[in-house]
Structure formats: C-alpha cells, structure tokens
C-alpha cells in the first residue's frame, strides 16, 4: 500500500466549498431531471393560484387592475415556497442517509446545503419563468425599463435563495419526511398572506397592518411591482413610510439580515464539529 | 502522506454516548489490527451503529477516545474521513442516479478531478459487475445490486479502513453470499474491516476476531473459536421417532449431559450441552437402546455463536432482533 491517507485536497477552504457545492447541485438536479414531477410544485402550484386570485376574487378586487397587480404578488410567493420544497428535499436526503454518505467523506460540510439551494434556485427560477409567461396570458406586463425587469428577477431569485436556506435548517431540524411536509408548509401561510401578495396592506386591520408592512414578502412583492412599472391598486390608501418608499433596498437587507446570522451559526457549527 | 499507525488501524477507548436518558454506550473499548476484520455483534439496540457513528466521525461521543488510521476522531475527523470508506446500514444509494453517477458523484467528493473519478467509477462498476447495468439509473437494480453498489462508494478513495454497518441486513441469501465474497476480497487486499452485524454465522465467517456488545457494553471478546469454547461444550441433538419418547429422552439425556436438556415435541427434538463430546453421544445411545427408545437422526454440533450469545445474555440475538424491527416497523 503507498498512500496510507488520501492527500488533503488543494485550494481554500471556500473553493473547495463551491466545487464541492457544484458537484452536489449536479446531483439534485440530476434528481429533478429523472424525476420531472418534481417541477410539479414549483410550477402547477404558482399558477392555480394565479388563476383562483384572477378569476375567482379577481372580479371583486378590480378585474384586469388587480390581475396585474396580483402578478408581483405571485411572484414574491412563488420564491417563498422556495423554502418549502427545500425542507422537504433536505429532509429526503437525511431520510435515507444520503446526508450521512455526505458527512462521512471528506467534503466541505457545507457544500451540502449549498448544492441543495443552489438546485432548488434553478428549478425556483424554472417556476418564475412559467409564471411570467402565464402572467402575460392574463395581461400582467413588463411596463419599466429592461435593466429594472433584470433587477426585479434578481431580487425575487436573491429572496427565493434566501428563503431556501431558511428551509434547508428547517428540514435539518424537522428530520422525516412527514414532519418536513408540514412544517415546511405551515408557516408559508400565514407568511404569505399576512402581505401585500394578493391585498393592498392598508386594508388590513391593526396589529396584521404592521405585520404585513415590515413582512419581507410585501417588500418583494412591492419592490417587483414598482420594478415592473405594474400601477398601484387603485382606490385604495397607498402605503407609506419608508419600508414602502424603499422596497427593494428593504428587501435587499432583508436577505442580508435573514442570510448572514444562519451561515455564521452553521459555520460555527461546522467549524466546531 | 498519511500518519503511519503501528499495527492498530481503530483503536476506541472509553467511548461513552448518552441521547437524553438513554445511555446508548458505556465505556465500549475495541481494537483492529491493521489488514483485520472484526466483528462487532450484538442484536438491535446494543449500541452497534452508535459504534460505528463515533468511529465514522458522524457523531461526537460524551467520553473516550477513538484513533482510526491514525488519526483521532475527535480532534482531526477530517482526516478520518479521508482514510476510511462507509457503507451503511441503509444503502445509502442514489436511486435517481445512475451506477456510474452515483459512485463518479462519491469519488468527486474526495476530491478527485472529473477524468480520475470517471476512471475510478468504472473500475469499480467492472469489479462489483455492475457494468451492464453501470448506465442505468440504480432504482431498477435489485437488492443485491444495490449493496454492491453502496459498497462500491465505500472503497472509492481504497480506503484502508472499511466500516460495514449491516451490510447484509435485508438481502436475500444469494446476495448475501455476493457480498461476503467482496468483503473477504477485501481482506485479501489488505483492508481493515470493521464490521456489524445481527447474523452470528455471518460474523464466524467473515471475522478474524468478534467484539459482542449488549446495552452499550461489551461482553464478550476473542475469536470465534475461544467465544465457542466459553460456552463449553459441545451440544447432542437427537431425533426421536416417537413424540411420546420425549420425555424419557429428556431424563436420559439430563443423566449424560450437562445442564438441563431442552425439547420440542412438534420435531420430535431433544438436545443438552455434553463436556465429554463423542463419549456422552454413545453413552446416551447405549441408554436410550436399552429403554428400547428408537432414535431416527443424531448429531454432535460444536457450539454456534447463537449459543454463545444465548449463553451470554440469557436472550437469543436474532429473535431479539426481530422483535425489535417488528416494534420499529409499527
């Protein structure tokens, strides 16, 4: 026998992460590739709300108004849910050991939740572009400037990536499978409702008032709004303050705030092991 | 390029594990010398995969140490990872994923560049005989295929420790015997193994030496042969004709063995631990002639390790083991 011990792989720590990141991603997308049912969530579920919010409600909200501003309200959860089919995408995995075959080569630990988000970016970015073509067919439209449109997919992918995260420890935490179907659904409700995703803000009561005004899903869903050059709700109070005169900044700093302590807690944990 | 280790490729001491209330390991010692298999035996529930989670550095014991390749666990579990392979007690197979794609992910993670993970994923495609099927996404392969695979991923690196956590639980008896074939290949190369399991013979067969752990310690250590001979003895069974004989045969056999004779009258079966072997075996037929008893088969068993485990806990492992599935499935 020569090498006793495999040689400890070259580059920083942080290259090993992404290529190690990248294989993992490859795999999950291979899962997606042979499994296309998989899409089903990310892209049947987005539209059957479009269409129950348009037609259903639609009538009484406004018609062809609110179908345009209901886009941008779409859009913002169809990336929250991100978060959803990522727990139960961690939760499989840890199910049936794959996590364990992970953790037990000598591969950057957290490449395994960078893979996992990273996957479940493309497939999320996949759904966005069936919900603008289904946009354009109920008569939602890109009315601002191209760099405007680039930045409000950005923002949207940059919260669904976010979002994602927020579910991949929620599916490290919730174990099985069951358990990741609820908990990773559950706390979408009221997340996404409690916003500006299909209501204008203003109109509801009280305490669901504030909670909707600072909720980072009205900041999306406002921010790709106004990106979009899609008009305000008319007849209701528009909203104020300055989480609504700076959306897109808000929601950007949001992603920071909701991102930045995870990363550090896991890589404590990492870094600890 | 690796620590040099001196004939002991694991060496675990002291190790302690506790989840919530429940001590799950209380002080398991156990060594492998290099180029070694050791069984690690005890029925569900022992503490087997606690174990091996330690040793894998998937889980951090309260108390104790453990060294595997020559790298502490504890303090540098990277470099753990980088001398052994795991395959666990799940397959832990990508089903979506093709044979070449799963074991070409695997050697990647290592750290191999694409051109030597693609040669190595199909050198072990071509030894585990999987190469037919190597392009075939895995959930088509049978239980068999799928073991072979999921051991495939565990010598990727030729890793010099090997840890085998059931590796047969599960398989039917034609892919067990495909998979004991690889690990004594294995051992014909060199490797170090660490090995689980719930089926004694499987340990006799395959174990140089055999750790025996019960409620989170070990009870019993040595080869095969010396855990047989703690037990004494060897064991007389007979066969009656008659069912009604039974009980005469019992008193008979109570007189030429030692300790108390067991027997089942729906096989017409009598058996007793006898320490004088052959001699006790004509003794006991030259009696049962006389009380014109017939007798239509007899055998002289040398102990299995089913005794010695019965011997040693009061409980047999597999019926333990059963019941404990059973309870896990509900």
């Given at each position: 026998m020569t090498a006793l011990t495999l040689a400890p792989p070259q580059g920083s720590a942080i290259a090993r992460t992404l290529r190690d990141g990248g294989v993992v991603t490859w795999r999950n997308l291979m899962n997606v590739r042979r499994n296309p049912e998989l899409l089903l969530g990310a892209t049947i579920q987005p539209i059957m709300f479009v269409l129950l919010f348009a037609y259903v409600f639609g009538g009484s909200f406004g018609g062809g108004a609110y179908r345009e501003f209901l886009m941008g309200g779409i859009f913002a959860q169809t990336v929250a849910f991100n978060s959803a089919f990522t727990t139960i995408g961690m939760a499989n995995d840890l199910q049936k050991g794959v996590i364990d075959r992970f953790r037990s080569l000598p591969m950057s630990r957290m490449a395994v939740l960078l893979g996992r988000t990273t996957a479940d970016l493309a497939v999320n970015s996949l759904g966005l572009l069936v919900m603008s073509l289904c946009?354009?067919?109920?008569?939602?439209?890109?009315?601002?400037?191209?760099?405007?449109a680039v930045l409000a997919f950005v923002v949207l992918l940059l919260f669904g990536f976010v979002m994602s995260w927020i579910g991949a420890f929620v599916g490290l935490l919730s174990g099985k499978v069951e358990v990741a179907q609820s908990a990773g659904f559950i706390w979408m409700f009221p997340v996404t409702f409690i916003s500006s995703v299909f209501v204008v803000q203003t109109t509801l009561p009280g305490p669901l008032r504030t909670f909707a005004e600072w909720n980072p899903v009205t900041a999306v869903a406002d921010s790709v709004r106004g990106l979009f050059g899609n008009p305000p709700l008319p007849g209701f109070e528009r909203p104020d303050g300055w989480v609504a005169d700076n959306a897109t900044l808000y929601a950007i700093l949001c992603c920071i705030a909701i991102f930045a302590p995870l990363a550090v807690a896991k890589y404590r944990k990492v870094a600890s092991k | 390029?690796?620590?040099?280790?001196?004939?002991?490729?694991?060496?675990?001491?002291?190790?302690?594990?506790?989840?919530?209330?429940?001590?799950?390991?209380?002080?398991?010692?156990?060594?492998?010398?290099?180029?070694?298999?050791?069984?690690?035996?005890?029925?569900?529930?022992?503490?087997?995969t606690t174990t091996v989670r330690i040793l894998?550095?998937?889980?951090?014991?309260?108390?104790?140490?453990?060294?595997?390749?020559g790298h502490d666990a504890l303090a540098d579990p990277e470099a753990v990872r980088r001398s052994i392979g795991l395959s666990g007690q799940y397959a832990a197979v990508d089903e979506n994923l093709t044979g070449f794609e799963n074991l070409y992910m695997v050697a990647r993670l290592y750290g191999?560049?694409?051109?030597?993970?693609?040669?190595?994923?199909?050198?072990?495609?071509?030894?585990?005989?999987?190469?037919?099927d190597g392009d075939r996404p895995s959930k088509g392969y049978s239980g068999g295929m799928r073991r072979r695979l999921d051991l495939a991923g565990a010598l990727v690196a030729r890793p010099v420790v090997v840890v085998l956590d059931e590796p047969t639980t599960g398989l039917d008896p034609r892919g067990r015997m495909d998979t004991w074939e690889v690990i004594?290949?294995?051992?014909?190369?060199?490797?170090?193994?660490?090995?689980?399991?719930?089926?004694?013979?499987?340990?006799?067969?395959?174990a140089d030496s055999i750790v025996v752990i019960d409620k989170g310690q070990?009870?019993?250590?040595?080869?095969?042969?010396?855990?047989?001979?703690?037990?004494?003895?060897?064991?007389?069974?007979?066969?009656?004709?008659?069912?009604?004989d039974l009980a005469a045969t019992a008193r008979v056999l109570a007189e030429v063995g030692s300790g108390q004779p067991s027997t089942d009258a729906h096989t017409r079966k009598a058996d007793v631990f006898v320490d004088t072997g052959p001699k006790?075996?004509?003794?006991?037929l030259r009696r049962l002639d006389a009380e014109s008893i017939l007798v239509s088969d007899?055998?002289?068993?040398?102990?299995?390790?089913?005794?010695?485990?019965?011997?040693?806990?009061?409980?047999?492992?597999?019926?333990?083991?059963?019941?404990?599935?059973?309870?896990?499935?509900?």
């Open positions: 946009g354009l067919v109920v008569g939602w439209r890109i009315r601002g400037s191209f760099t405007d | 390029m690796g620590a040099r280790f001196d004939g002991i490729a694991v060496r675990a001491e002291g190790l302690v594990k506790s989840f919530g209330s429940t001590r799950a390991l209380n002080g398991v010692d156990l060594e492998i010398p290099t180029g070694q298999v050791l069984g690690l035996l005890g029925p569900n529930g022992a503490g087997k894998t550095t998937l889980l951090k014991p309260d108390a104790g140490s453990a060294m595997v390749a191999m560049s694409r051109s030597q993970s693609r040669i190595r994923a199909r050198e072990l495609l071509e030894r585990f005989r999987l190469t037919e004594s290949e294995l051992v014909d190369d060199g490797t170090t193994v660490l090995l689980t399991t719930q089926y004694l013979e499987e340990a006799d067969q395959l070990v009870i019993a250590r040595g080869s095969a042969d010396e855990l047989k001979n703690q037990v004494g003895g060897e064991r007389l069974e007979l066969v009656v004709a008659d069912a009604r006790a075996l004509i003794e006991a007899v055998a002289l068993h040398r102990p299995t390790l089913d005794d010695v485990f019965l011997a040693l806990t009061g409980h047999a492992a597999e019926e333990d083991a059963g019941t404990a599935k059973k309870g896990a499935v509900a």
